[in-house]
């Protein structure tokens, strides 16, 4: 099993949509983690943490569930602006190094 | 000015040529990494360096080696470039709390896309 695991898509969706991205992580010692967001050629960059509360940022929804070792990420109100690819992030049980998905492409169209 | 920057941007190489990446960063972090980005393998861990004085192996290291000559800049390089090193490689930097107080947030160099023929 690869150590975190998300379903590439792409997701194509209207604008308006809610869309859901799901990830699966194999170390169940792991502690932190995050969605990094990564738009075409360009460096990936921080969207949110995810807490084991789970956390909204705006029209971003963070979701941990660690008994099943599972991540998602819930947009509302999908924008153009969205269209990007999403890494699935989790720090590795050293604390040392993070260990990214390969990422779910998602593009919203008008 | 950027935070993270990185030199070149783009390369094009031969096999056999030893090249040089580098990265700077303005950020005053102790921790820099280096990646490289494949179509369809995502980010990978190539070096990470938590102090000037350190220096650890990522999930890929061989046929690559790392100089990290100050807090700021951290070189990765080809000693001698192969086909199946093009990539597209990113240097990153993070501190252990940032000041949001989010844990281990990492500021990536806008990356070097390398072409070995």
């Known amino acids: 099993r690869k150590e975190v695991e998300q379903d590439p898509g792409p997701f194509n969706v209207p604008e308006g949509a809610t869309v859901a991205f799901n990830c699966t992580y194999s170390n169940s010692a792991s502690q932190s983690f995050f969605w990094y967001r990564q738009d075409c050629r360009k460096e990936p960059k921080l969207l949110m943490s995810v807490y084991s509360s789970g956390n909204e940022d705006g029209r971003f929804t963070a979701q941990l569930n660690r008994a099943s070792q599972y991540i998602s990420l819930l947009i509302r109100d999908s924008k153009l602006s969205d269209s990007a690819t999403y890494l699935c992030?989790?720090?590795?049980?050293?604390?040392?190094?993070?260990?990214f998905g390969k990422g779910t492409t998602l593009s919203v169209s008008s | 000015d950027a935070d993270v920057t990185q030199t070149p941007r783009n390369r094009i190489t031969k096999t056999g040529k030893r090249i040089m990446l580098e990265c700077s960063q303005t950020k005053g972090h102790d921790r820099m990494y280096w990646y490289r980005q494949d179509p369809g393998l995502g980010l990978r861990l190539i070096y990470y360096s938590f102090d000037v004085k350190d220096i650890n192996k990522g999930e890929i290291s061989d046929g690559y080696s790392v100089s990290r000559q100050a807090q700021a800049k951290f070189s990765l390089s080809l000693e001698s470039a192969i086909p199946n090193q093009t990539a597209l490689y990113f240097c990153?930097?993070?501190?252990?709390?940032?000041?949001?107080?989010?844990?281990?947030?990492?500021?990536f160099g806008p990356g070097t896309r390398l072409l070995v023929l």
């Open positions: 992030v989790v720090m590795n049980q050293a604390g040392t190094a993070l260990i």
């Open positions: 990153a930097t993070s501190d252990l709390w940032s000041g949001t107080g989010d844990l281990e947030t990492q500021y």
